[in-house]
């Protein structure tokens, strides 16, 4: 299959004037069944017509775009090594199991295959979210914390924060079972999924410190108590990067940014529409 996929990406040329498009540039052999002989012709068609091929395209072109950006040098392969040991810490003694599950040789072909993938994605990111921080700061990211409490003892909770107790304490005191918001420290933007009411609470506060009412929810009848932690987005510039790293929605906008500015090109029509349709921000 890797073969299949390598042929379709890099064994392409164009075709025809009026509608390009895409032809294998040779019919190699590609494998036999019960001796028939399987060629590039007689798997290119389907999967180049096919409704995912412009994902097999992207995902190509991706590794391409990251090998150009990206430099393997010691902080490269300082980071890889920490996804490798996470990776282990996590599998445990599984982790030779789930290389052999997976089809990889031995550990050298994961750390090539899928560790430096997702790292050369990280540093690329990284740097893209960097250079356009003015911008990024402007969803307003910030430190919070948040508790969940019940709602006969709502006041009762607040009056205990405005009191110095820590949120924290106050849930221990007050708290709603079985929540998220417990007042550990997290980061919220204008990209969080938190309710619409302590959201806005959060975001239009203009100084660190307790907001001194009770939220009630826009969607239910839950009832939050709120805490900015630290307003200051210059200050917490690296978390607010690695955190809109791992939010896919901004991660992809980014990543369509990369092949934006560096000008990725389609000389087939039929990938061209897909693209226009599923992914047209890759090739603005």
Known sequence: ?????????????????????????????????????????????????????????????????????????DDFNKQVQERLEEAKTTLGDNFDLFLKENGFENEEEYIDTIVKDIVRLDIALTQAMDDDYENIKSKR??????????????????????SGSSLEEVYEEYGVENTQYKGNVILVSENSNLDTAPLDKLLNATDNGLIKEVVTSSSTNAQYILEVVNIDADELKDEVIEEFINDSKLSE????????????????????????ENLPEYIK
């Open 1 to 73: 299959m890797k073969k299949i996929l390598s042929i379709l990406i890099t064994l392409l040329v164009l075709a025809g004037c009026s509608s390009a498009s895409l032809k294998p540039s040779h019919n190699e052999i590609l494998f036999k069944i019960n001796g028939k002989e399987i060629r590039e012709d007689d798997v290119f068609e389907s999967m180049h017509l096919s409704n995912n091929s412009f994902q097999i395209v992207r995902s190509e072109a991706q590794k391409i775009l990251l090998n150009y950006l990206v430099e393997e040098d």
């Open 141 to 162: 990211p910030r430190q919070v914390k948040i508790i969940e409490v019940e709602a006969d003892s709502a006041n009762k909770a607040l009056e205990l924060a405005k």
């Open 253 to 276: 906008e980014y990543l369509a940014k990369l092949f934006s500015k560096h000008k990725f090109k389609l000389y087939d029509q039929h990938l061209y529409d897909a693209f226009n």
